[in-house]
């Protein structure tokens, strides 16, 4: 399977964006998990948020809890990150994964959060 983000971009604090992740190649139906990471200037990869597709339980990070959302559109063959009340550490680059971190990696989306 193929992954494409899309949705990143420049916002200001306290603003919203949301990423989109598109499978090809396969279907994210074909694994159990999906899931969000990130990885700030200077920083290590992150995991932030993962989704399990059998049951549509999702975790997410304290550090993003109650702001990022992490859903999915089987039709679409889609994985979302909705997030909202942006903050400047948000800045990262945003990869999709397929079993929350075991890969296939897409080539991660900019987001940029200005003070």
């Known amino acids: 399977v193929q992954l494409v983000e899309s949705g990143g971009g420049l916002v200001q604090a306290g603003g919203s964006l949301r990423l989109s992740c598109a499978a090809s190649g396969g279907t994210f139906d074909d694994y159990h998990a999906v899931g969000w990471w990130r990885q700030a200037p200077g920083k290590e990869r992150e995991g932030i948020a993962c989704l399990s597709l059998g049951d549509g339980n999702s975790i997410v990070v304290d550090s993003v809890k109650g702001r990022f959302t992490i859903s999915s559109d089987s039709a679409k063959n889609t994985l979302y990150l909705q997030m909202s009340r942006l903050k400047p550490e948000d800045t990262a680059v945003y990869y999709c994964?397929?079993?929350?971190?075991?890969?296939?990696w897409g080539q991660g989306t900019q987001v940029t959060v200005s003070s």
């Open positions: 994964v397929v079993g929350c971190g075991s890969g296939p």
